[in-house]
C-alpha cells in the first residue's frame, strides 16, 4: 500500500471540501429553482403573459439541467479523488494543470484532450449540417 504524506493527505481533504461544497451549493440552487416553479396556474392570461411565463420556466428547467449535469461531474470527480486517479487527463493520463483545475474542479481532461473533444464535436456538427444541407438539395 502507498504511504500517504502528510501533504496529500491535505491536498486530499481540500480537494474533497472544494467539491463537496460546490455539491452543496447546486443542490441549494436547484431546490430553490424548483420552488421557484409555479404550480399548475388557474388563473386566466393573456397570450404574451403566458409566452413570457412559458420562456422563464423553459430557462428554469435548461438551468436545472445544467446545474444536474455539473452535480453528475462533482461526484464523478470525488470518485476518481477516491480511487487516485483525479487530477489526471482520463484521456492521455497526463497530469491536469492546477490553474484548470482550480476554475474547473471537475475537469476530467486536460487541456489538449478538451481541445481536441471540442474540435471533434464541432467536425461532427457541420459534417451533420452538411448532410442534411445535401439531403435538401437531393431531394
Same mark, same amino acid.
Given at each position: 500500500m502507498k504511504r500517504v504524506s502528510v501533504t496529500d493527505k491535505e491536498r486530499y481533504e481540500v480537494l474533497r471540501s472544494m467539491l463537496e461544497d460546490r455539491r452543496?451549493? =447546486?443542490h441549494a440552487k436547484l431546490r430553490s429553482l424548483r420552488? !421557484? *416553479?409555479p404550480a399548475e396556474a388557474g388563473d386566466v392570461r393573456d397570450v404574451e403573459?403566458?409566452?413570457?411565463?412559458?420562456?422563464?420556466q423553459e430557462v428554469d428547467f435548461a438551468l436545472m439541467e445544467m446545474k444536474s449535469e455539473t452535480l453528475k461531474q462533482i461526484d464523478e470527480a470525488l470518485r476518481r479523488l477516491d480511487n487516485? !486517479?483525479?487530477?489526471? @487527463?482520463?484521456? @492521455? !493520463?497526463? %497530469? =491536469?494543470? %492546477?490553474? +484548470? *483545475? +482550480?476554475?474547473l474542479p471537475f475537469a476530467r481532461l486536460c487541456r489538449d484532450c478538451q481541445a481536441e473533444q471540442e474540435e471533434r464535436i464541432a467536425s %461532427? +456538427?457541420?459534417? +451533420? &449540417? &452538411?448532410?442534411?444541407?445535401?439531403?435538401?438539395?437531393? !431531394?
Open positions: 452543496s451549493e =447546486i420552488e !421557484s *416553479l403573459e403566458q409566452s413570457v411565463d412559458d420562456f422563464v487516485g !486517479s483525479y487530477g489526471h @487527463c482520463v484521456e @492521455c !493520463s497526463e %497530469e =491536469i494543470g %492546477e490553474a +484548470r *483545475l +482550480r476554475a %461532427e +456538427r457541420e459534417s +451533420r &449540417a &452538411a448532410e442534411g444541407q445535401f439531403a435538401r438539395v437531393v !431531394s
